[in-house]
């Protein structure tokens, strides 16, 4: 059974930094590209980061491009999303998210294969 648990969340201030972690269990986890996923209160989700397979290429949505780094450790089953110079706007619930499929998987992935999510806040 796939399990993706999310830490790492918390209050921060505007221009500060959060490092939050995925720890994955139940799959084979370097096989999978993995997301990060986002949802603020009273909007729908909106996709943050993917990392391929191998951790050796990266994409990210346009509003925190230069801000966040997304990374992963296939030893240790974990994903990572470094996000720096916060803003109030990077307020939300924050994902891990698991492909659906093995091998190139650019679609966001459907809630089945997300975790429960940690909170980012960052005050206005």
Known sequence: QVQLVESGGGLVQPGGSLRLSCAASGFTFSRYYLNWVRQAPG????????????????????FVRGRFTISRDNAKNMLYLQMNSLKSEDTALYYCARASRVGPDNA????????RGTQVTVPS
């Open 43 to 62: 909007k729908g989700p909106e996709w943050v980061s993917r990392i391929n397979s191998a951790g050796t290429s990266t994409w990210y949505a346009a």
């Open 108 to 115: 966001v992935p459907p809630r089945d294969y997300w975790g």
